[in-house]
């Protein structure tokens, strides 16, 4: 019955949700917890540093946010290892030791293994949403890291047709040879590319994984481009992707089920209980 400790560790990191949202999935689950924010300075070191002690003192997981889940790849790439979604992502979001290694004597700092959660909580949020993926046309705008996280859970889900479109085509094609190299879900998926003015005609599902929302701008949508569904990973403001759609008759939501999404695989990692996500979505909400 011991408290078991968890951090986020990001920068900046005061806005961050997750230890709300963690706070409440242990009530659900009924278990003893403390989670904490953790800012850290910008650099690998810092990171690696911050790291070590809170495994050290007995923390049992971490989860790592903006800027720092490429650098938890590398820490975890040269220590205890990594999932294969995060070694696809190229990226990490959650942390955790390696039982395995501990057990058979390998130090604490050693250990730290890496998990991402980010595409398979997109996954099941959009799957609580009762949008269908099973053989889905599906378009992601964007090729930085969210986008990257997103392709293999959205493959294995079992949709038809993929295509990414990104502003600079070129990064969205060099994206999908990477993928395709490192796994053979991805290989065998044909995926087009193109860039956001040039992709049209009907989508079931549209996927924005910019980060446009955040400068103002608005993406340039081809007039021929329609779907049933428009899903937007950011949340917290009004959405102009979303109300595009929504002017178009499309169903839409905003990225804060995938925020919930991948703290409840995180949580489960850690800890080993499941958690009803929709339960703590509507208090989580009415706050
Ligand atoms: P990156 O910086 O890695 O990628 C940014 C992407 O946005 C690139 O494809 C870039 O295109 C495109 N972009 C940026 N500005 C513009 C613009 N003005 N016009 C057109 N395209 C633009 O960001 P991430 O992938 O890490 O994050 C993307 C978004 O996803 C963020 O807003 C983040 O908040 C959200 N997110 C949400 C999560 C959730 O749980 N809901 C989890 C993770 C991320 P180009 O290549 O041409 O530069």
């Excluded at 007995?58 to 650098?71: D, I, M």
């Excluded at 220590?79 to 955790?96: D, I, Q």
């Excluded at 889900?157 to 295509?163: D, N, P």
């Amino acid at each position: 019955f011991m408290t078991q400790h968890f951090i986020v560790i990001g920068n900046p990191i005061a806005h961050s949700k997750s230890p709300e949202i963690h706070t409440l999935f242990a009530a659900q689950a009924g278990i003893d917890i403390r989670y904490q924010r953790q800012y850290c300075p910008d650099d690998a070191a810092s990171f690696a540093a911050v790291v070590e002690a809170f495994f050290h003192g007995g923390g049992v997981g971490a989860n790592v946010t903006v800027p720092f889940k490429q650098v938890a790849y590398a820490c975890c790439q040269s220590r205890g290892g990594l999932s294969e979604h995060a070694k696809v992502a190229g990226a990490v979001n959650t942390l955790l030791l390696n039982k395995a290694l501990l057990n058979s004597g390998t130090p604490i700092a050693e250990a730290l293994y890496g998990d991402n959660t980010d595409g398979q909580g997109l996954v099941n949020h959009i799957t609580s949403l009762g949008w269908p993926l099973d053989g889905a046309r599906v378009a992601i705008i964007g090729a930085g890291g969210a986008a990257r996280g997103a392709i293999l859970p959205l493959i294995q889900s079992g949709i038809g047709t993929l295509t990414i479109a990104n502003r600079t085509v070129s990064k969205a094609t060099d994206l999908v040879s990477e993928l395709s190299a490192a796994s053979t879900s991805i290989s065998q998926q044909h995926i087009t590319t193109c860039t956001t003015n040039e992709l049209s005609g009907q989508f079931d599902i549209i996927i924005n994984a910019t980060s446009i929302g955040l400068s103002g701008e608005t993406l340039p949508l081809n007039d021929a481009l329609n779907t049933r569904y428009a899903y937007d990973m950011m949340y917290g403001r009004t959405l102009p992707f979303l109300e595009h759609f929504s002017a178009r008759g499309a169903q839409t939501s905003d990225g804060y089920g995938m925020l919930i999404g991948q703290a409840a695989l995180s949580f489960e990692r850690w800890t080993g209980h499941s958690i009803d996500v929709v339960q703590d979505t509507k208090a989580l909400n009415a706050k």
